[in-house]
């Protein structure tokens, strides 16, 4: 709802400040206009099962490349309730209890776009990062590839208001930090929010990837 509002702040549609100074951070995307914007539009993933729900999706045009930006709003809530390590062990289970699932290969698939050299996924820190964010960042390469886009930028774009909690959100903030740390290389330290980090080859699609915050009144029905 919040990501709704924000999009209609002026009484017309209107791409958020916060989100515009964000995307303006790249040199490589100066002069970014979009062309087409979806909400909920799911992406299709490795193997069968749920595809990558993006909250926004947006199709852009710099004077040199086309590109494909994908949005994840958040208030306080996690990025889902499972690390990659976690989910894998628990399809893993399902399948020893002898259920049909193909939940490790797509885990797998997933995993191999954002590392290819690793050999286990469980010997990596990528076992301890949510499980959300990988199929955020492989979902939009993928949309992206699908798109024709030269270009992918996975945004993260957070409300606060005085309902969220303090704490929640510093845990997610670290989670994300973590993240663009293994997908850039950008000490976790140094990242900052308004920033976009990268471009990180995911599979076959470079992408950038940042995270955008404002403070809002939360809607009151």
């Known amino acids: 709802m919040e990501l709704a509002r924000a999009w209609f702040r002026a009484g017309r549609l209107a791409v958020p400040q916060e989100l515009s100074e964000l995307l303006s951070s790249s040199p490589r995307l100066e002069l970014l206009e979009f062309e087409r914007a979806v909400p909920e539009l799911v992406t299709g993933l490795p193997e069968r099962g749920e ?61 191999r776009m954002v590392d290819t050299a690793s050999p ?36 993260v774009h957070v409300f606060e208001t005085n309902s969220t909690e303090e704490e929640k959100l510093d845990i997610n903030h670290q989670a994300f930090t973590r993240f663009v740390e293994l997908i850039t290389g950008t000490p976790q330290a140094d990242v900052e929010v308004g920033r976009l980090y990268g471009p990180a080859r995911i599979g076959s699609v470079k992408c950038l990837v940042g995270k955008t915050e404002i403070r809002e009144q939360a809607n009151r029905r």
């Not at 004077?63 to 628990?90: H, M, N, W």
């Not at 301890?128 to 024709?148: F, K, M, N, V």
């Open 51 to 111: 595809g990558r729900n993006h909250d926004l999706w947006l199709l852009g045009r710099t004077p040199q490349e086309q590109v494909t930006v994908c949005v994840e709003a958040k208030a306080d809530e996690p990025f889902g309730d499972k690390s990659i390590g976690e989910y894998l062990r628990y399809a893993l289970q399902r399948r020893t209890n002898g259920e049909t699932t193909r939940a490790p290969e797509r885990i797998e698939a997933l995993f």
């Open 120 to 155: 286990s996924l469980m010997e990596t820190p990528w076992a301890e990062i949510p499980y959300q964010l990988l199929t955020a960042i492989c979902g939009t390469a993928i949309q992206a590839r699908s798109d024709q886009s030269r270009l992918a930028v996975l945004v």
